[in-house]
């Protein structure tokens, strides 16, 4: 038996009333799994499977698995694998992320319950790097992120594709007439070709960088694609690096602080990444009793500038980026911007790590910091009448002629009456209307990745391709456009979103930081009072869970139950 019985196998023992009953028990089932008493006597490594049938982005995991196994037996512990819920993006209703949360809860309970000394998070599809690494550090022990890595192009007649900034470039051009059913059904199968995340700089490469830029994970590994040999490489890598941190009890809270947050944030903005990036910060951090103001956001976008050319903002994938330099090339040239002091799970600092990676980049991918993509970071919060808690717009993938923009409101009152109505030749709508939809928040709605919404086809067919579009929800970090997202407090709380009618002028102003409702106080005072939310009430299990204790976007959408930060949850209880 291991010398230490608060370790290894002996961890958390089941309550039989006998503590040397419990142990020998224990012992004895697992005995039956085919191991040799020497083997448990080792430390044990868990790892956190997230494959599944409805999960195409990680189709590759059994492969990589047996990776960090190796890795983990080589460095003398022994690996259990164990499966916890995955989240496929496309495959889940009404949107995965009314599951992250369940996801992390999952992943923090199994990991804490179940004797192991440290656990390998593998993931990749958007919310599972997320909950994956929420879990973990509410769970408290050692562990390190591995992802799947991003999906290699597609071909099209010569054309490049990439889910799914491509997905929806095509079916924007086909609701525009400009592809035939042939065409767009032939793309269809050229855009998502190979196992892995999608291709572009999307919510799950966002993730994966982050992770990366955290600590969390081993250094330029983020961004190797799916199926390269580097992945499996960094799997095996992966597996020995948690042995060590096991055995040195490296904890997630000794990696991820308040200054390593703030380095993730540098790198969101330098990369351009996914508006849902800074949903799933806030709530990682937010675990760990770290606090993310939208207003440092902005603080921190005035010096950060974006240096990745990658769809959505730029022009090329996420293999190119690998190829470029990865991570490690974008926070070189943002070094100064960073605090290298802070620990990673290599056990070395970020400038340690930074110093050790190759000097040479590809500048047409990476740019250095005299030629950026864009001056300034990626994403701004926007405060104002019409969001006085915050939102969100992607500076980096919007149509700058629309930074100052003036228009009439034409707005669609749930998700079912934008898709009944969106498409209707009798909607009344100009191209320099501004489009509102609402109710479809995270209490409403959970809240989807609605906020693209679409052009409305009697403007598409006129060669429209981008309006002023706000909302409450989320957008897909693979869309592109002037598009306002997580406008807080969202309308179904009685937010001013909800008191927004057809035809109020509203006004954005990116210089000003601002989103507002030009309708004079008295009449908002009259509407308010008519007030009635249109959020459902559930009655039980965990639609009842989630829209009873979900938070608002800038508290990054978690449980106010599981959530570290204090969070003043009075002031987003009008409807519960
Ligand atoms: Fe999984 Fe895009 S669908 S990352």
Redesign the pocket.
């Known amino acids: 038996m291991p010398d230490d019985k608060q370790q290894g196998l002996y961890r958390g023992l089941t309550h039989y009333g006998d503590i040397e009953f419990s142990r020998y028990l224990r012992r004895s089932f697992a005995r039956s799994m085919g191991y040799s008493g020497e083997e448990l006597n080792r430390p044990i490594i868990g790892i956190a499977d997230s494959g599944s049938g409805f999960?195409?982005?990680h189709r590759h995991f059994p492969e990589l698995i047996e990776s960090v196994k190796r890795g983990v037996l080589a460095a003398g512990a022994l690996p259990i694998t164990f499966p916890t819920i995955s989240l496929?993006?496309?495959f889940l209703h009404p949107t995965s992320m009314m599951f992250r949360n369940l996801m992390s809860m999952d992943v923090e309970e199994m990991v804490r319950a179940q004797p192991m000394d440290g656990v390998v998070l593998v993931g990749?599809?958007?919310k599972t790097v997320p909950a994956q690494l929420m879990g973990a550090f509410s769970a408290g022990r050692p562990a390190i992120q591995l992802v799947g890595g991003p999906m290699m192009t597609g071909r099209y007649e010569g054309e490049r594709l990439g889910?799914?900034t491509d997905c929806r470039r095509h079916w924007s051009n086909f609701r525009g007439g400009d592809l035939s059913v042939t065409q767009i059904e032939e793309i269809e199968g050229q855009l998502?070709t190979t196992a892995g995340?999608?291709a572009v700089m999307?919510?799950?490469s966002t993730m994966a960088c982050i992770a990366e830029a955290l600590g969390m994970m081993l250094p330029k590994s983020a961004t190797i694609p799916a199926v390269h040999a580097d992945r499996l490489r960094a799997a095996e890598a992966t597996g020995r690096q948690a042995v060590w941190l096991a055995q040195q009890k490296l904890t997630p809270d000794q990696i991820v602080t308040e200054k390593s947050v703030e380095n993730a944030l540098r790198v969101l903005l330098a990369i351009g990444g996914s508006t849902n990036g800074l949903i799933h910060l806030t709530a990682m951090a937010g675990r760990l009793g770290i606090d993310i103001s939208p207003q440092r956001l902005n603080a921190l976008a005035e010096t950060t500038p974006v240096l990745v050319n990658l769809k959505p903002s730029g022009t090329h994938y996420m293999e190119d980026f690998h190829a470029a330099g990865g991570l490690p090339a974008v926070m070189k040239q943002i070094k100064d911007l960073l605090h290298l002091d802070c620990l990673t799970v290599t056990g070395k600092t970020l400038g340690e790590e930074l110093d050790g990676s190759r000097p040479w980049f590809d500048k047409n991918i990476v740019r250095e910091r005299s030629d950026p993509v864009h001056e300034k970071g990626g994403l701004l919060a926007l405060f104002g009448s019409l969001a006085p808690n915050g939102a969100l717009i992607k500076c980096a993938a919007a149509d700058e002629r629309l930074f100052e923009h003036e228009g009439r409101a034409v707005v669609f009152d749930t998700l079912e009456d934008m898709a009944e109505r969106l498409d209707s030749p009798d909607l009344d709508v100009r191209a320099d209307d501004v489009l509102v939809l609402r109710n479809a928040g995270p209490r409403a709605a959970a809240m989807p990745e609605s906020g693209y919404i679409p052009i409305p086809s009697k403007l598409a067919l006129q060669g429209v391709r981008d309006m002023v579009r706000i909302s409450d929800a989320r957008m897909s970090g693979?869309a592109y456009g002037t598009v306002v997202l997580h406008i807080s407090p969202e309308a179904s709380l009685g937010g001013p979103l909800a008191l927004v009618r057809d035809g109020d002028r509203i006004r954005l102003s990116v210089s000003a930081q601002r989103l507002d409702l030009l309708v004079d106080e008295d009449e908002l005072a009259r509407r308010r009072a008519q007030f009635e939310s249109k959020a459902q009430k559930p009655s039980r299990g965990y639609e009842w869970l989630y829209q009873k204790h979900v938070l608002q976007a800038e508290h990054g959408c978690d449980f106010d139950f599981l959530r570290r930060c204090g969070v003043d949850t009075d002031s987003e209880e009008t409807e519960k």
Do not use: I, S
Request: glycine letters at 16%.
């Open positions: 999960n195409n982005c496929g993006e496309p990749g599809c958007d889910a799914c998502a995340t999608c999307g919510t799950a693979t």
